[in-house]
């Protein structure tokens, strides 16, 4: 079972990703950004982290430096996860 965090840390996380929300979520490709569980080759870590969710995961070596984000932000890693989300239609 994955390590629970208190409500402190959920908070300081969340004040991390407040503070770049807005500026994360309007760059291309990003889908979502929350905070949650950092998750390594499929694996669920007992790691906070601050999560981007991208459409489409690119090598560093294809990013400009200003378009790549942090390794940390605050005390928090910086996940970026590969994924898109909506509504499905069912026909």
Do not use: C
């Not at 949650?36 to 690119?58: C, F, P, S, T």
Request: hydrophobic residues 40%.
């Amino acid at each position: 079972m994955p390590k629970q965090f208190s409500q402190a840390e959920i908070a300081a996380a969340t004040a991390e990703l407040d503070k770049v929300r807005q500026n994360w979520l309007n760059r291309p490709g990003v889908t979502a950004v929350d905070v949650g569980y950092k998750i390594k080759n499929g694996q669920i870590r007992d790691e906070l982290a601050i999560r981007v969710h991208v459409q489409r995961k690119l090598p560093p070596e294809a990013l400009k430096e200003h378009d790549m984000f942090p390794k940390r932000l605050g005390r928090f890693s910086v996940d970026v996860i590969e994924a898109s989300y909506g509504l499905e239609t069912v026909e």
